[in-house]
T-cell receptor, first 111, second 116 residues
């Protein structure tokens, strides 16, 4: 059974800091991995999608990497801003096309 | 594209009443997912459809829950009878699945259900 774990559960950083969010999964047989952002009381917004054959994806200040063999992904946020404050969720699409989510990392960027 | 559309956005009902949540996926998407989110359990996959056919409903908590997808542009999640522990935010999501390609998953804004 696929399990997805995100560390840390919460993170508080000063504005301008570069930071890394971690995601690990137990079964390396995945189709893709997707990072989402969720603001309080809102839906999930897709940030980056990495297919199983890819190693990383970049969008603006965000960079996500994928290491299937070790069951890990990282989301790197450069030059963090207060507007980046949100919960970040990692989701793994497995065989049968189930998508399983981690519990998320709650990020707070202080101005 | 209007994105995934869910209704109602908020629903307050009394225990024992029937609740129906609705979802319109993104046009052209052939996979649809229903999730439930609570503080205690996070995001849980309830059921998903591929080409309107239910593929896996192992996440549906009880027989009180049922989901249908009569066509490619509409799905419902029904709870009958509802109970206070069903209070949660219910999300619908859709994606395109082609062969071994797993498309990007897009979420609706969610339906916040409160059962009194």
């Amino acid at each position: 059974k696929q399990e997805v774990t995100q560390i840390p559960a919460a993170l508080s950083v000063p504005e301008g800091e570069n930071l890394v969010l971690n995601c690990s999964f137990t079964d390396s047989a995945i189709y893709n991995l997707q990072w989402f952002r969720q603001d309080p009381g809102k839906g999930l917004t897709s940030l980056l999608l990495i297919q199983s054959s890819q190693r990383e994806q970049t969008s603006g200040r965000l960079n996500a990497s994928l290491d299937k063999s070790s069951g890990r992904s990282t989301l790197y946020i450069a030059a963090s801003q207060p507007g980046d404050s949100a919960t970040y969720l990692c989701a793994v699409r497995t065989g049968g096309f189930k998508t399983i989510f981690g519990a998320g990392t709650r990020l707070f960027v202080k101005a | 594209d209007a994105g995934v559309i869910q209704s109602p956005r908020h629903e307050v009902t009394e225990m024992g009443q029937e609740v129906t949540l609705r979802c319109k996926p993104i046009s052209g998407h052939n996979s649809l997912f229903w999730y439930r989110q609570t503080m205690m359990r996070g995001l849980e996959l309830l059921i998903y459809f591929n080409n309107n056919v239910p593929i896996d409903d192992s996440g549906m908590p009880e027989d009180r829950f049922s989901a249908k997808m009569p066509n490619a542009s509409f799905s419902t999640l029904k709870i009958q009878p509802s109970e206070p522990r069903d209070s949660a935010v219910y999300f619908c999501a859709s994606s395109f699945r082609g062969g071994s390609y797993g498309g990007e998953l897009f979420f609706g804004e969610g339906s916040r259900l409160t059962v009194l």
